[in-house]
């Protein structure tokens, strides 16, 4: 399998962190595993299922699909030849981009195609008929750029400022002392902040940092692992082990062994079985 991380276009840079390719040319149609880790971002996926498709729990995924938050690691089936494009987001786009309330969507996904602002763009005629992956991913920006500039719900600048000042943080700053700063009561701080992102400060704050955990295990930066736990703010090595599992899906040891096995993606791994 082939994957590529591709940036956004400027006019969609506030929006989208990057586009993504996944290319199969699996004659032999041995399934694989899609396995996407824990990484505060919405986004949405174009699949062409003539020649091959996803599958979640046995279960056919749509050609178009939105999807919210994930909490947890997941597993994604791939079979057959396979074409897809990918746009991950930034956490707040659900709501900036679609207008949607984000908690709607969490561990969840929705066929793109049943909402009027799709169809009336002819969306998936459009990305069926576009013959290459730069063309279809151009198509898909053209819709996103559409739909940021009609969407008419505001912008909530309280939820933009907390998500800037955790990710800056990586994850480690104080929710008492920011929500006191944004001048709301703990409730009201949640429940926003849900409606915006999709789950609560303190889950995203803890995927923030098991996300700049990540990124030192990947480089390689750190004499044992005892000395990741410390630096992104875990009470012991035991306690980031646990983390690491829930958003994961492996511990650290397994994952540095399975990355070495397979065709490692930016926040997910693709594993033949």
């Given amino acids: 399998m082939k994957y590529q991380e591709l940036p956004p276009p400027a006019y969609l840079k506030n929006h989208v962190r990057y586009f993504w390719t996944l ?14 880790m824990a990484d505060g971002c919405p986004g949405l996926i174009f ?5 091959g498709t996803f599958y979640q729990e046995n279960k056919e995924l749509p050609d178009l699909l939105l999807y919210g938050q994930t909490t947890k690691y997941t597993e994604l089936q791939v079979t057959g030849t396979i074409c897809s494009i990918g746009v991950c987001c930034y956490p707040h786009a659900l709501k900036s981009v679609f207008g949607l309330n984000a908690d709607e969507l969490t561990n969840s996904c929705l066929d793109l195609d049943i909402l009027a602002a799709t169809r009336d763009f002819y969306l998936a005629e459009r990305l069926g008929n576009t013959p290459s992956l730069t063309e279809k991913i151009a198509v898909i920006a053209a819709f996103l750029f559409k739909q940021i500039n009609e969407n008419s719900t505001p912008a909530d600048e309280v939820t933009h400022f907390a998500l800037s000042q955790i990710i800056a943080s990586g994850g480690s700053i104080s929710l008492k002392d920011l929500q006191q700063q944004l001048q709301l009561t703990e409730r009201s701080f949640e429940r926003r902040f849900k409606q915006g992102v999709g789950i609560s400060p303190k889950l995203f704050s803890r995927i923030c940092r098991f996300q700049n955990s990540l990124k030192q295990l990947k480089s390689n930066n750190y004499s044992k692992l005892s000395d990741i736990a410390f630096e992104h703010d875990y009470a012991d090595q035991s306690h980031y082990i646990r983390a690491f599992k829930e958003f994961a899906g492996f511990s650290p040891y397994q994952y540095q062994k399975k990355s070495t096995e397979a065709e490692a993606g930016s926040n997910f791994l693709l594993m033949t079985r």
Wanted: net charge negative.
């Fill in 23 to 36: 290319e199969s040319n699996d004659v032999a149609h041995v399934p694989k595993i899609l396995g996407p």
């Fill in 47 to 51: 699949q062409q299922s003539d020649s």
